[in-house]
């Protein structure tokens, strides 16, 4: 929705989805465009993706469309700079939105009170994320021999209890024909309204990796 007195911009996204997006950001460069977070709509124009990057890693959360209200169209950079304040008990969560500034605000309780936390919108260009996460159809290799840092995985979870998910799991590495040693680690997490995708790249497919595969089920173990 738009205020034509002041022309702002209200987004309804959970500030969960902005918290464990943060985990994703290249913190402590406030001029490089991958300490944001990117807010749009999906290409069908229902859902809210939060998306981040490190460039080591990736992370793209689905919001469900709000009842009964309809989503603005968007498509911003959020630059909190060194940090925003997202402490808290979490209800709800708006972006206010005018030109090239704007705060998140969020209830505390059920009473109204709340907080809010400043940023910048930012004009520049995001990485495609549409050409790197696995489709819903692909296929993982079976086994693989995978090593990355213990942090790495442990930003993975706390982005998936962020979002009301028990866990997050590993899917694997999508599958490729071609003579490669290295592909990305995926993984996955459903939460409250909230799903999640998450790459960590690369990962070294090294001396385990086997010739089958297994398709991609979903939520099943």
């Given at each position: 929705?738009s ?10 996204v959970p ?5 464990a ?5 290249r ?10 977070v ?10 809210i993706m ?9 992370i793209q ?12 169209k968007?498509d ?9 304040r ?19 605000s ?14 910048r ?5 995001f990485p ?16 693989v021999?995978?090593?990355f ?16 998910a ?13 003579d ?7 993984f ?21 990796r ?12």
């Amino acid at each position: 929705m738009s205020d034509s007195e002041t022309d702002m911009l209200v987004v309804y996204v959970p500030v969960a989805a902005i918290r464990a997006a943060l985990r994703f950001t290249r913190r402590g460069m406030s001029s490089d465009v991958l300490h944001c977070v990117r807010v749009h709509c999906d290409t069908d124009g229902g859902a809210i993706m939060v998306e981040a990057t490190d460039s080591y890693r990736l992370i793209q959360l689905r919001v469900d469309p709000p009842r009964n209200n309809s989503q603005p169209k968007v498509d911003v950079l959020v630059d909190f700079g060194d940090g925003a304040r997202l402490n808290g008990k979490i209800h709800g969560g708006c972006l206010h939105i005018t030109g090239d500034h704007g705060y998140l605000s969020w209830a505390l309780d059920k009473h109204g009170d709340g907080m809010r936390t400043y940023f910048r919108a930012r004009d520049e260009k995001f990485p495609d994320f549409g050409k790197l996460l696995p489709s819903d159809d692909v296929v993982y290799d079976g086994a693989v021999g995978v090593a990355f840092g213990g942090r790495l995985i442990t930003d993975i979870y706390k982005a998936s209890l962020d979002i009301g998910a028990p866990y997050a799991r590993m899917l694997g590495v999508p599958h490729s024909d071609k003579d490669t040693e290295y592909g990305p680690m995926a993984f996955g997490a459903v939460g409250n309204d909230i799903s999640m995708r998450a790459l960590i790249m690369p990962a070294n497919y090294g001396s385990a990796r086997r010739s089958y595969r297994r398709a991609y089920v979903g939520d099943q173990a």
